[in-house]
């Protein structure tokens, strides 16, 4: 029987470092999506005073605070940038492990699901709340802390931390968990929210996965560094691959790419727009023209 319990711990301990790794190398080596560089653009890049005082994505404020410090730590990269992603998937996994008590395939199951991969891989906010909820389930005392952090890292699934918090006043009673879950959570989530909230913009679209169109992005900009070499370049890009090229300026320290218009030596177009230059790159609706 301890022998069975053993190889049961050291099979969920292998499933969690595998999720993990998978997370990890998605993170670091998925192309960057358009959402993702306009949420950099508009919650990383940006000081964190000057998203108090300036509309901004308020559903981004606790994501973009980590990210902030993980770009200033290790440089701006795609790992960096979906760096709260990580920290979600670690809490995930320790939270589903302590609830499935060893049971491997139950936490194989829980840790596979491509939409949660996705959710860890990419940036925003959707990763750690998922985590946080995860956290909340498995540590009832501190349900109330982490859901609110959970409400404040993604109100736009809002839905999983209440759903948790529903769940967790079947469990525990309803007074009793009106007092430990639901009203620390509402205050956490309230005092996380309120200065962002006062200074809200249009919320942004939550990403994805990136698309080919944004993978063939990157590979232009790819033949772009080798062909521009490091003497001041104009660069001009169609309004839709814009935030990308400014990520990828940003990600690559390009300060010699200056922005041109219809007359800079280089011009990335997308989908229906066209020129007579010649072409240096062209793949799935992307085009890079000298």
């Not at 410090?69 to 701006?76: C, D, E, I, P």
């Amino acid at each position: 029987m301890e022998r069975s319990s053993t190889v049961s711990t050291d099979l969920s301990k292998a499933v969690v470092a595998a999720t993990l790794a998978v997370v990890v190398w998605r993170a670091a080596t998925l192309p960057v999506s358009t959402e993702e560089a306009v949420l950099w653009d508009r919650v990383v890049r940006p000081s964190a005073a000057s998203l108090l005082v300036t509309p901004g994505d308020w559903s981004g404020f606790l994501y973009g605070l980590i990210a902030k410090r993980a770009v200033g730590l290790f440089r701006l990269s795609e790992f960096t940038l979906r760096f709260p992603g990580i920290i979600g998937c670690l809490l995930y996994c320790a939270g589903v492990r302590r609830i499935c008590r060893n049971r491997v395939w139950l936490l194989l199951a829980f840790c596979i699901a491509p939409v949660l991969l996705d959710w860890f891989s990419v940036a925003g906010g959707s990763g750690l709340a998922i985590g946080l909820t995860s956290m909340a389930l498995a540590y009832p005392g501190s349900a109330g802390v982490t859901l609110g952090l959970g409400l404040a890292a993604c109100p736009q699934i809002g839905f999983v931390p209440l759903t948790a918090a529903v769940g967790l006043l079947l469990v525990l009673g309803f007074w009793r968990g009106i007092e430990r879950v639901v009203m620390p959570a509402v205050a956490i989530g309230f005092v996380s929210l309120i200065l962002p909230l006062s200074h809200a913009g249009p919320a942004l679209p939550t990403p994805g996965r990136p698309t080919d169109r944004d993978a063939a992005i990157r590979e232009a900009v790819g033949v772009l560094r080798s062909e521009a070499g490091q003497g001041t370049t104009r660069v001009a890009a169609s309004p839709s691959a814009a935030s990308l090229l400014d990520f990828y300026r940003a990600r690559y320290r390009q300060r010699n790419w200056l922005t041109g218009g219809p007359d800079a030596d280089y011009l990335l177009l997308i989908q229906s727009d066209t020129t007579n230059r010649q072409m240096l790159f062209q793949r799935n609706g992307v085009a890079l023209a000298r």
